[in-house]
């Protein structure tokens, strides 16, 4: 087990971790860092508690977001009307395809008559 020791709003925090996973911590603490200055930025002063727990709520939407935005998601959100149209559309190509399909032998057909 390695500890890393990351840095959030000038304040050390010890952390224990997997060896071979320290750059991948020291990654995801910048990555909070930088949430918290910008929070400070907006907010001027604010209590340590309450920028933690607003930090929490920033990567919390950041990870809501890319999850809707995931194609699984974008499946998800096809409606039933959607679903429907395609379903008639599809029926549609499939009944405009045995219809020539059909012409097709009637005139092979005609065909085999005359010889």
Not at 19 to 33: D, F, H, T, Y
Request: charge should be negative; charged fraction near 25%; proline fraction near 2%.
């Amino acid at each position: 087990m390695a500890q890393v020791t990351i840095t959030i709003n000038a304040r050390e925090y010890p952390i224990a971790c997997e060896s071979g996973q320290e750059a991948r911590i020291l990654q995801l603490a910048a990555v909070l860092e930088q949430k918290a200055q910008l929070l400070k930025h907006i907010s001027g002063q604010i209590n340590e508690n309450m920028l933690l727990a607003m930090i929490g709520i920033l990567v919390a939407d950041d990870l809501l977001e890319a999850r809707k935005n995931t194609p699984a998601a974008a499946e998800a959100q096809i409606s039933a009307q959607d679903t429907a149209d395609m379903i008639a559309e599809a029926d549609r190509l499939i009944a405009e395809r045995l219809r020539v399909v059909g012409e097709t032998i009637k005139a092979v057909a005609k065909r085999i008559e005359t010889l």
